[in-house]
């Protein structure tokens, strides 16, 4: 049996104030030179009466507001859907001019009268909506294909220039028209003192959304105009 002695496959550590680095500074030398450096930091700002600088905070991150499947929907609109994806990858914060006409069809409303129509699809027994976007105060909602041409012709129908105030002009863009999305990511909070100019309100989550069509949006419409005009008349109540 053997006697000798158990031997570490490794040296021993040496002692910290031992070693040195390739100056030939020890270990103290090091903590006495960031002492020195850091009291000398304190001292000017005491003389200088400021402090230093905040570390940057990190940005957040953008949320996504669309999902991969509903950028997929609107790319289609285009005749290159691969060149639209290759602007939202070069820049996702970006708008995107996108055709009307073969994918969707918008109508454009003032931001009253599309959150009060918004509502109207959306209340029992409405159909619902499809996508809905907010651009520079205006509503812009997604409908199926040939709706534009064939929405203004039932609004004639239902005389709705008439209406006056309670039924503003509604644009149409439909064959031949375009319109710029809201970009695909939302900022990050507190990028900007309100909302965004551009934002979606309902984003589209899959490759075949539903729309309405032009007599979901009239009858939308109408019911619109007539709660507007049924709380324009009621009375005021009175005060003592």
Not at 36 to 53: K, L, Y
């Amino acid at each position: 049996m053997s006697t000798r002695p158990y031997e570490p496959r490794c040296a021993p550590r040496p002692d910290r104030a031992a070693r040195t680095d390739r100056s030939g500074r020890s270990g103290h030398d090091r903590d006495h030179e960031r002492d020195r450096d850091r009291d000398h930091h304190h001292d000017r700002a005491r003389r200088t009466g400021r402090s230093a600088p905040p570390p940057p905070r990190p940005r957040p991150a953008a949320a996504v507001t669309v999902p991969l499947a509903g950028a997929d929907w609107l790319a289609s609109a285009d005749r290159r859907p691969r060149a639209v994806h290759a602007l939202w990858a070069e820049d996702p914060m970006a708008g995107v001019v996108l055709p009307c006409g073969t994918v969707f069809d918008v109508i454009d409303a003032p931001a009253l009268f599309g959150r009060a129509l918004l509502d109207r699809l959306w209340a029992a027994p409405g159909p619902g909506s499809g996508p809905v976007a907010v651009v520079r105060g205006r509503l812009l909602l997604f409908a199926a294909p040939g709706t534009a041409q064939r929405l203004p012709a039932l609004l004639r129908w239902e005389e709705w220039t008439r209406q006056g105030r309670l039924a503003p002009p509604l644009l149409c863009y439909g064959t031949g028209d375009a319109v710029t999305v809201p970009p695909l990511f939302a900022p990050p909070e507190g990028a900007e003192p309100g909302p965004p100019a551009s934002r979606w309100l309902i984003a589209p989550e899959s490759r075949h959304p539903w729309l309405p069509g032009a007599d979901a949006l009239l009858w939308a419409c109408v019911r619109a105009v007539r709660a507007t005009a049924r709380s324009a008349v009621l009375p005021t109540p009175e005060g003592p």
